[in-house]
């Protein structure tokens, strides 16, 4: 297994952040995270806790109601996890 910030579990691939965003999940944010999440053919999961929803459902990721600096999972499994995990990494870990 190689070494670097996220892991694979499952055959998925998954990688914890910090959301930085200053509104968190909320509105528009969380419009673009699922809109950036649908540019992937992999199956997208955001996890908070014991709930899981999928990444690609804007109803999913704002039931989570998520705020500034609370810390997410993002998992994917497919042919393009690995760019997907990173790229909404991203997104949300953004200072705005």
């Known amino acids: 297994m190689k070494q670097q910030s996220?892991?694979?579990?499952?055959?998925?691939?998954?990688?914890?952040?910090?959301v930085k965003l200053r509104?968190?999940?909320?509105?528009?944010?969380?419009?673009?995270f699922v809109q950036e999440a649908n540019?992937?053919?992999?199956?997208?999961?955001?996890?908070?806790?014991?709930?899981?929803?999928?990444a690609k459902s804007i109803m999913g990721v704002m039931s989570l109601a998520v705020s500034q600096g609370t810390e997410v999972i993002i998992e994917a499994e497919g042919p393009d996890e690995v760019q997907a995990v990173e790229a909404l990494a991203l997104t949300v870990s953004k200072e705005e």
Request: proline share 5%; glycine share 8%; charged share 25%.
């Open 6 to 18: 996220s892991w694979e579990v499952r055959g998925l691939y998954s990688k914890p952040v910090v």
């Open 23 to 32: 509104n968190g999940l909320h509105a528009r944010p969380a419009a673009l």
């Open 39 to 54: 540019r992937y053919s992999s199956d997208i999961y955001l996890v908070l806790g014991d709930k899981r929803v999928s």
